[in-house]
């Protein structure tokens, strides 16, 4: 069972940056799927990035070009670098782990939120 740990939220102007971080533990190895969803009040959570084991990348159509996901193994550690942020991403962002079927959890958010 991998916990993760969601950190790095905070209240940040239009066109600023964030970084937020997942840490994972429980896991033996690299996880196979690491991402992160979002879930705005009244909307449904949807994807942001994912990235998996070998450094695939995945990338929700709003946050192209401006969110970059990435990971370090070794660390068990999974990074959004949010560039450009608008006041459209203001959300609880949520970091998901997936090794397999009976192996995948949520961490339990953090609030990021961008004034105009």
């Known amino acids: 069972q991998v916990r993760l740990v969601e950190s790095g939220g905070d209240l940040v102007q239009a066109g600023g940056s964030l970084r937020l971080t997942c840490a994972a533990a429980?896991?033996?190895?690299?996880?196979?799927?690491m991402a992160w969803y979002r879930q705005a009040p009244g909307k449904q959570r949807e994807l942001v990035a994912s990235?998996?084991?070998?450094?695939?990348?995945n990338y929700g159509e709003s946050v192209k070009g401006r969110f970059t996901i990435s990971r370090d193994n070794g660390k068990n550690l999974v990074y959004l670098q949010m560039n450009d942020l608008k006041v459209g991403d203001t959300a609880v962002y949520y970091c998901h782990g997936w090794n397999s079927v009976v192996d995948a959890s949520w961490g339990q958010g953090t609030q990021v939120t961008v004034s105009s």
């Open positions: 429980g896991s033996r190895s690299s996880i196979f799927r």
């Open positions: 990235i998996t084991n070998v450094g695939m990348t």
